[in-house]
């Protein structure tokens, strides 16, 4: 009886092994590109949909956490740029599409954190512009589209965290207001909403733009 109930339970483990087995091959989830060979995983993280692909964040021994692209198959997944170049981390985060170009924030060793875009290309990815000189980190932001310009909190090494606005371009990227000139505004957590069909970024400083 005891032999009988090991079989019995020998053959049901097959059979869900079976089971699940098909499961997996039958799956809409499939992995179509490993970018971090064995089990340490590259950690994609950061979707965002632009101009056709999906950029997101991602982590591989050779070029550390960097910006990558796909369409879904492991052709056009793909490396954009190494960022902070070697294995050291990029980290870009805070995708935000507008007006041909993706906005985020990244992080070199010569520049620290500071604001980036790019076109979907490795020419096109570059500094928009080094908030806090030097190796000091500006920690910009927060990006929110609103009337024409993207809008985020950055710390420029004079002024405190405060309100930023930029069209794309080093020149027209620039202080909006110091919201506290004795102090730092930290207009970090940037949300855009709509009252009366009128745009305005409400920030938790009670500040309204």
């Given at each position: 009886?005891?032999?009988?109930?090991?079989?019995?339970?020998?053959?049901?483990?097959?059979?869900?092994?079976?089971?699940?087995?098909?499961?997996?091959?039958?799956?809409?989830?499939?992995?179509f590109k490993e970018i971090n060979n064995g089990p340490d995983g590259s950690t994609p993280q950061?979707?965002?949909?632009?101009?056709?692909?999906?950029?997101?964040?991602?982590?591989?021994?050779?070029?550390?956490?960097?910006l990558w692209r796909t369409q879904g198959d492991a052709a056009s997944t793909t490396l954009i740029?190494?960022?902070?170049?070697?294995?050291?981390?990029?980290?870009?985060?805070?995708?935000?599409?507008?007006?041909?170009?993706?906005?985020?924030?990244?992080?070199?060793?010569?520049?620290?954190?500071?604001?980036?875009?790019?076109?979907?290309?490795?020419?096109?990815?570059?500094?928009?512009?080094?908030?806090?000189?030097?190796?000091?980190?500006?920690?910009?932001?927060?990006?929110?589209?609103?009337?024409?310009?993207?809008?985020?909190?950055?710390?420029?090494?004079?002024?405190?965290?405060?309100?930023?606005?930029?069209?794309?371009?080093?020149?027209?990227?620039?202080?909006?207001?110091?919201?506290?000139?004795?102090?730092?505004?930290?207009?970090?957590?940037?949300?855009?909403?709509?009252?009366?069909?009128?745009?305005?970024?409400?920030?938790?400083?009670?500040?309204?733009?």
């Amino acid at each position: 009886m005891r032999r009988s109930g090991l079989r019995l339970v020998g053959a049901l483990v097959a059979l869900l092994g079976a089971l699940a087995a098909s499961a997996v091959a039958d799956s809409p989830i499939k992995l179509f590109k490993e970018i971090n060979n064995g089990p340490d995983g590259s950690t994609p993280q950061g979707f965002t949909l632009f101009n056709g692909y999906l950029y997101f964040q991602a982590n591989d021994p050779v070029t550390g956490a960097e910006l990558w692209r796909t369409q879904g198959d492991a052709a056009s997944t793909t490396l954009i740029k190494d960022i902070n170049p070697g294995p050291a981390d990029g980290s870009p985060a805070g995708f935000t599409p507008f007006n041909g170009l993706m906005y985020f924030s990244a992080h070199t060793d010569a520049l620290g954190y500071e604001p980036w875009v790019t076109d979907g290309t490795e020419a096109g990815t570059h500094l928009l512009m080094d908030i806090n000189p030097g190796s000091a980190s500006s920690n910009a932001g927060g990006f929110q589209v609103l009337n024409g310009a993207v809008y985020f909190a950055a710390y420029d090494g004079v002024h405190g965290t405060e309100l930023w606005r930029s069209d794309g371009t080093a020149a027209g990227t620039g202080l909006v207001k110091r919201m506290f000139p004795y102090g730092e505004g930290h207009p970090r957590s940037i949300e855009c909403t709509c009252k009366r069909a009128t745009s305005h970024l409400w920030l938790p400083t009670r500040w309204v733009l």
